[in-house]
Structure formats: structure tokens, C-alpha cells
């Protein structure tokens, strides 16, 4: 296992746009959580998942924002209508429900132009 | 809810010589602390945490970090810096046995020749 692994790293879209992020966990990670990190900022929780379970949302993730995690294993992120405040890092990070640290992958970073 | 404040946006210092972040928390209960290092376009590495126990906290690449409860302080510290040292570092929090990690804006550390 090569650790969590999201995909596209980069992704550049107009205005309006709907994207789709994807983020594989380590495998047998129950846990999986999205970060949003603006720049010269720390990640800013936006959701967390316990299995396939959504367990929170943060106030960050507006309606147009919706995470799922279908089978427990791999989690996607949309975002319908994209705006220019969006543009963002977005990073994933799974954990094992015995376990404290958290283990990032290498993020997905949106541009909205 | 917990908090976190770096107190420090930008650290240089030159190569080999000793270094602190400062980190300063709040929260009404029991807390874990983390520091975590961020290269550039690259994914969170934890670099140490406490969870209990003795309040010095050994980590990876020679660095440690002390838990201060009356200060509510978890200072990042290393004795001797190296050029490749040079990442964005960030002290995080999480309620213990909770779930959620809060993090930190941010210390940008970068060592000079």
C-alpha cells in the first residue's frame, strides 16, 4: 500500500464548472476526511466519514459541495457550480479507527478561473 | 471546541543553528497535539504528537516538541537546522478520542546557507 492517493492533482476549471475529486484511502482505513487549505493557511476540516457513514459536515461545505463514500472505500468530492473562492487545495486523509495520526495524501488543486 | 495559534508566520534562520515554532492551544477538555510538515505542493507528514504521558515529545528528522498544560503550549523545537528542513509547519489539535483535527495557519521555516 503506497499510501492515500488523490486524483487529479491538478485541476483547472471555468467558472460554473461541476469537478469531481477522488481519494482512494489506505486500505482497511475506516476513516477518511476532507480538508480544504487556502493559500497560507492550515487545512480547514469540511467533512468526515466513519465507513461508508457521512458522520459531519462542516458550515464550509455549502449545498453546492456534496462528499460521498459508497462502498467505505474510496470517497469523491463534488463541487456543482464552481466559483472563483473555491479554488483551493483540497486534501484527503484516512486514519484507522484505533489509531490517532491521520495520513494526508499529496492533495488535489483546483483553480477556478 | 478547540483552537490553535501559531504565533509565528515566518521563522528564518540560518543552516545549523537551533529553532522554535511556537504553537499555543485552547480547549475546554482533554486534548491530543500534533505538528505536522508540509513541502511545497505536497500532502501533510506528521512529524510527532502526544497523546499522554511524559510532556517531551521525540520526533522524526531530530525534532522534538514539549507540552506546556498551564501555558497550553506545544512549542516545536529542533537544536540544529539543515537547508532541506526548509517546509511549511503546522501544529494541530484534536479532542482526545474525538475525531476531528484543527489545525494551525501555519509557520513557514526557512533556513538560510
Known amino acids: 500500500d503506497t499510501g492515500v492517493s488523490q486524483d487529479p492533482r491538478h485541476k483547472i476549471t471555468k467558472r460554473g464548472q461541476n469537478v469531481t475529486f477522488r481519494c482512494d484511502p489506505i486500505?482497511?482505513?475506516?476513516?477518511l476526511y476532507w480538508y480544504r487549505q487556502t493559500l497560507g493557511q492550515g487545512p480547514e476540516f469540511l467533512t468526515y466519514?466513519?465507513?461508508?457513514?457521512?458522520?459531519?459536515k462542516s458550515r464550509l461545505l455549502s449545498d453546492r459541495f456534496s462528499a460521498e463514500r459508497p462502498k467505505g472505500s474510496f470517497s469523491t468530492l463534488e463541487i456543482q457550480r464552481t466559483e472563483q473562492g473555491d479554488s483551493a487545495m483540497y486534501l484527503c486523509?484516512?486514519?484507522?479507527?484505533?489509531?490517532?495520526?491521520?495520513?494526508f495524501g499529496q492533495g488535489t488543486r483546483l483553480t477556478v478561473v | 471546541a478547540q483552537s490553535v495559534t501559531q504565533l509565528d508566520s515566518q521563522v528564518p534562520v540560518f543552516e545549523e543553528a537551533p529553532v522554535e515554532l511556537r504553537c499555543n492551544y485552547s480547549?475546554?477538555?482533554?486534548?491530543?497535539l500534533f505538528w505536522y510538515v508540509q513541502y511545497p505542493n505536497q500532502g501533510l507528514q506528521l512529524l510527532l504528537k502526544y497523546l499522554s504521558g511524559s510532556t517531551l515529545v521525540k520526533g522524526i528528522n531530530g525534532f522534538e516538541a514539549e507540552f506546556n498544560k498551564s501555558q497550553t503550549s506545544f512549542h516545536l523545537r529542533k537544536p540544529s537546522v539543515h537547508i532541506s528542513d526548509t517546509a511549511e509547519y503546522f501544529c494541530?489539535?484534536?479532542?482526545?478520542?474525538?475525531?476531528?483535527?484543527?489545525f494551525g495557519a501555519g509557520t513557514r521555516l526557512f533556513v538560510k546557507a
Open positions: 494541530a489539535v484534536s479532542e482526545a478520542g474525538g475525531f476531528k483535527t484543527i
Open positions: 480547549s475546554s477538555v482533554s486534548v491530543y
Open positions: 466519514f466513519q465507513n461508508e457513514a457521512q458522520l459531519e
Open positions: 486500505s482497511e482505513h475506516n476513516r
Open positions: 486523509a484516512s486514519t484507522h479507527r484505533d489509531e490517532t495520526e491521520a495520513f
